[in-house]
């Protein structure tokens, strides 16, 4: 789904096309924030400092992108 498309699902009336496209933004982010994440780690960024950009507690970021 390209943007263009996901923005005129978004205006649609109908809940279907809506939904449909709130879990390609879900998606999106995720890789977004999986990309940045790696990023950070890669220039140096400690995990506290990655919690904190994102509103979250660097225990949860770790959890969830350390390995």
Same mark, same amino acid.
């Given at each position: ?5 996901? $923005?005129?699902? /978004? =205006? $649609? ?17 995720? @890789?977004?924030?999986?990309? $940045? ?5 890669? @220039? ?5 400092? /990655? ?12 959890? =969830?992108?350390?390995?």
């Amino acid at each position: 789904m390209d943007l263009e498309e996901l $923005s005129e699902r /978004i =205006k $649609s009336n109908d809940p279907a096309l809506g939904l449909r496209a709130v879990g390609a933004l879900h998606r999106l982010a995720e @890789q977004v924030e999986a990309v $940045s994440v790696a990023l950070a780690r890669e @220039q140096g960024w400690t995990w506290a400092q /990655i919690g904190d950009a994102l509103g979250m507690s660097r225990q949860s970021v770790h959890a =969830k992108y350390g390995k």
